[in-house]
């Protein structure tokens, strides 16, 4: 539950779950202790967030949950000119309507990722709304004249880009931290906003941003970031063999993303628990217990409750049933195909004629030659005596060399999956 306490408990929360890493005040608890509008930004450059945004919005949900109000930017001006942090090379600029397609989509992720929280209401905002309209004259006179070249350039945001001649950085990117300063001046003017956290890649813009505010208004604002989203060895999470971990299912389907977090390593599951859920330390603490067990009681958790909040209890479910079917038995049927296809996108498949299964249908071994489930026929043969083969989930008890899948088997009408084993599925689909 929401604490709804303007006290020290929140900056507490984030100290214990590892989410500062850097601040712009000693008294950051201090800061904390009274109701403030809090922003972070998220660029639309693609189509989607991913898995590293998580961080900021679990830092925005964590505040907001003790009260704070959560104003997540989505940059439909910056979006046009990209950030440089963390990026070794010039982004590909998108035109105007590819920038606000992905803002629509991105806001819609936002206000469906703190649909189910307590606290104060979220209110989404677009810095095209101010960017839009600014006048270069005006601005290069009221903001650039409060940012030193030599200053910028020693921002870890563009200090790698500057000291690469092969890469380089252009004036449009290098001009993104005077932007999002901007942004912040632009949010404390209308809203009162004090507060902007991000992932520590963006400190050199967040302090850009608070220096921008004292100087046009003499008023202190602050800065918070928490840690890149990084394995145990440092490098950035959220990658995998297929790319980013994307919150659109059309692009990492949603029983991709569960699985991805149920594959987490050991190392760095608790961390993940403390930043990516809203579990209590009690609860992790005992969670971490058992890592190692072999039961993954831990990355269960973490999968299920970033799957519930990024696509619903729904979704949720049908990963689940799907996941426990495929791996630990049960009537794959009962999933349906669309799922499966989900599920398996990786796992050997084949394409035969349908006409193969009418009738009494296709001799089980040669179609677990086929797919590549046995070497040989002989040793699919060994392999139905010896009970090791399943069909849509369901073991084959005595069969035979004269067994056979047929029109009946197939799931939605066009799939049947054979496991060899506990863990090795195939797919035959019928074409």
């Not at 959560?70 to 590819?98: C, F, N, Q, W, Y």
């Not at 956290?197 to 050199?204: E, F, P, T």
């Not at 569960?258 to 005992?286: C, K, S």
């Amino acid at each position: 539950m929401a604490t709804n306490r303007f006290d020290e408990h929140a900056f507490h929360e984030l100290s214990w779950r590892g989410l500062v890493q850097q601040t712009t005040a000693d008294d950051m608890a201090q800061v904390l202790s009274k109701p403030l509008a809090v922003y972070s930004g998220f660029d639309p450059t693609a189509t989607s967030l991913h898995a590293g945004n998580l961080v900021p919005l679990m830092l925005l949900t964590h505040l907001r949950r003790h009260g704070h109000q959560a104003l997540p930017l989505v940059g439909g001006a910056t979006g046009m000119i990209g950030d440089p942090s963390g990026k070794s090379s010039e982004r590909t600029l998108l035109d105007a309507e590819r920038v606000r397609d992905n803002t629509g989509k991105i806001r819609a992720q936002i206000e469906k990722f703190f649909a189910s929280d307590d606290g104060p209401p979220v209110q989404v905002v677009d810095n095209l709304e101010w960017l839009g309209e600014v006048r270069l004259l005006d601005f290069l006179r009221d903001v650039g004249k409060h940012f030193a070249v030599n200053q910028m350039i020693q921002r870890d945001s563009v200090k790698q880009r500057f000291e690469t001649r092969e890469a380089g950085i252009s004036y449009t990117e290098f001009s993104y931290m005077l932007l999002q300063a901007y942004d912040f001046y632009q949010l404390y003017k209308r809203l009162n906003c004090r507060l902007q956290v991000g992932a520590s890649d963006q400190w050199g813009n967040i302090v850009s941003g608070v220096d921008l505010v004292r100087r046009l208004t003499g008023e202190a604002v602050h800065g918070l970031t928490a840690p890149l989203l990084t394995d145990a060895e440092g490098r950035k999470y959220g990658k995998s063999e297929k790319g980013a971990v994307y919150l659109d299912p059309t692009l990492t389907s949603p029983y991709g993303f569960y699985q991805f977090w149920l594959n987490t390593a050991d190392a760095n599951v608790g961390r993940f628990l403390r930043w990516l859920t809203l579990r209590p330390r009690e609860e992790i603490e005992g969670l971490e217990a058992t890592v190692g067990s072999g039961a993954r009681q831990a990355q269960r958790a973490l999968a299920e409750d970033l799957t519930r909040r990024v696509h619903g209890d729904a979704e949720l479910g049908r990963v689940v049933r799907a996941t426990e079917a495929l791996f630990g038995g049960g009537d794959l049927r009962e999933v349906g195909g669309d799922l499966l296809d989900q599920a398996l996108d990786a796992a050997p498949a084949i394409t035969v004629p349908r006409a193969r299964f009418d009738g009494d249908g296709a001799l089980l071994v040669d179609v677990l030659v086929e797919v590549g489930a046995c070497p040989s026929k002989s040793d699919a043969r060994r392999q139905l005596a010896a009970g090791a083969i399943a069909v849509n989930g369901a073991p084959l008890a005595g069969a035979s060399e004269a067994s056979r899948v047929a029109a009946r088997d197939l799931i939605d009408g066009r799939l049947v999956v054979l496991r060899r084993g506990k863990r090795n599925n195939y797919v035959v689909r019928a074409g």
